[in-house]
């Protein structure tokens, strides 16, 4: 194992997600009751990526009123800011934890994604592994429909592994002094009142 991933408590990224969202969905009274041993803003992204989730199958409901869905729709703006605002929180972390190591001031390729993006990647896609899981047990599919869920499950967790991967050569990249780490910001402005139009010319802001 890799000493970084141990440090930043990102390591077993996978299994510490897989046990995480199988705990999650047995609907504990503490979300962060859960044993293991996790970076604390990764628990948090995967807790709000979890919420979205959950939020967002609400929100295909045909039986319910307009109302429910019009308040489910601003609980996924809500749950989708705090997430972005956790992927940079994350970012931070890693960042202060390079800066002592590592002389970025130096000309060095940037990396399109960074390591909070590619955490958070692997929670949806773990999200994805569950429930395609849960598809494939159902008793109520033919053996065509479980054969294709068995494929793409396939899919989804060879998916997941890389980008595992993906994320410890970057953090190798890093320590090595091969690339820059730089911190993006979303700047989400549908939430803002003072940068969405259709907030601000209600109050003039």
Not at 115 to 144: C, N, Q, W
């Amino acid at each position: 194992m890799k000493m970084h991933v141990q440090e930043l408590k990102l390591a077993d990224l996978i299994q510490a997600f897989d046990r995480l969202i199988t705990f999650w969905h047995s609907d504990p009274a503490d979300y962060r009751s859960e044993p293991g041993e996790l970076n604390p803003i990764a628990l948090e992204l995967g807790w709000r990526n979890y919420s979205l989730w959950h939020e967002e199958d609400k929100a295909r409901r045909t039986d319910v009123d307009d109302s429910m869905i019009a308040q489910v729709k601003r609980n996924i703006d809500g749950f989708n800011q705090q997430r972005n605002d956790l992927i940079e929180k994350l970012d931070e972390a890693i960042l202060a934890w390079l800066t002592p190591k590592v002389d970025f001031d130096k000309d060095l390729p940037i990396n399109s994604e960074t390591p909070g993006s590619i955490v958070d990647r692997i929670f949806i896609m773990s999200l994805k592994v569950y429930h395609m899981h849960e598809d494939t047990l159902r008793d109520d599919i033919d053996d065509a429909h479980r054969s294709r869920s068995q494929q793409k499950l396939a899919t989804l967790r060879e998916q997941r592994a890389d980008l595992e991967q993906a994320l410890h050569r970057l953090l190798d990249d890093y320590l090595a002094g091969n690339r820059k780490m730089k911190l993006y910001r979303q700047f989400k402005m549908y939430n803002d009142p003072t940068l969405n139009p259709e907030l601000y010319r209600q109050t003039g802001a």
